[in-house]
T-cell receptor, first 115, second 110 residues
Framework: NAGVMQNPRHLVRRRGQEARLRCSPM?????VYWYRQLPEEGLKFMVY????????ESGMPKERFSAEFPKEGPSILRIQQVVRGDSAAYFC?????????????FGSGTRLTVV | DAKTTQPTSMDCAEGRAANLPCNHS???????VYWYRQIHSQGPQYIIH???NNETNEMASLIITEDRKSSTLILPHATLRDTAVYYC???????????FGKGTLLTVNP
């Protein structure tokens, strides 16, 4: 039973390029969450999605960032026109329900470096 | 969300019990205490959670004081692989946003 799969593990982009981060939740999980961890800081909530719906994107920057979780396929976090400040580790988590009572399962993250 | 306070770092000898404290003096009645850990370069790993009763699983034990203002995570026999940052989080059971602080860096020494 594979856990939460994120790819790529490492991504290098030049300033102005687009970054696409993928997350496949655990089998049977329909709730996906994205968190960002800047260097030397704790994880910060970005967005919560269910299949085909964005439930809460209050932690997403207003510009350049978007997320989707289509009916088929992985969840995608997309960052357009990346800047150096976007360099961070991006973690995806999934759960069975929309509560945290059961603990989230996190992926290993995508480390984005903007050069 | 209740604010939690944890020591910045702790050391523990391999094979001994590691006791990680957490203060959450403003926790409300419906907020759970969760513990996660993050081993270097990996995603956070869920360890345990509780509301007011002590809890135990295969990884750890969670001791919550009667007034719920503090708790202790116990790793009964720490190994080198338990070296990680441990996060104590107080959140409502229906709140899906986990608020991660700086956590405690536990270093298990041989």
């Amino acid at each position: 039973n594979a856990g939460v799969m994120q790819n790529p593990r490492h991504l290098v982009r030049r300033r102005g390029q687009e970054a696409r981060l993928r997350c496949s939740p655990m089998k049977g999980h329909s709730h996906v969450y994205w968190y960002r961890q800047l260097p030397e800081e704790g994880l910060k909530f970005m967005v919560y999605l269910q299949k085909e719906n964005i439930i809460d994107e209050s932690g997403m920057p207003k510009e350049r960032f978007s997320a989707e979780f289509p009916k088929e396929g992985p969840s995608i976090l997309r960052i357009q026109q990346v800047v150096r400040g976007d360099s961070a580790a991006y973690f995806c988590a999934s759960s069975l329900r929309d509560t945290s009572n059961y603990g989230y399962t996190f992926g290993s993250g995508t480390r984005l470096t903007v050069v | 969300d209740a604010k939690t306070t944890q020591p910045t770092s702790m050391d523990c000898a391999e094979g001994r019990a590691a006791n990680l404290p957490c203060n959450h003096s403003t926790i409300s009645g419906n907020e759970y205490v969760y513990w996660y850990r993050q081993i270097h370069s990996q995603g956070p790993q869920y360890i345990i959670h509780g509301l007011k009763n002590n809890e135990t699983n295969e990884m750890a034990s969670l001791i919550i004081t009667e007034d719920r203002k503090s708790s202790t995570l116990i790793l009964p026999h720490a190994t080198l692989r338990d070296t990680a940052v441990y996060y104590c989080i107080a959140e409502g059971g229906s709140n899906y946003k986990l608020t991660f602080g700086k956590g405690t860096l536990l270093t298990v020494n041989p």
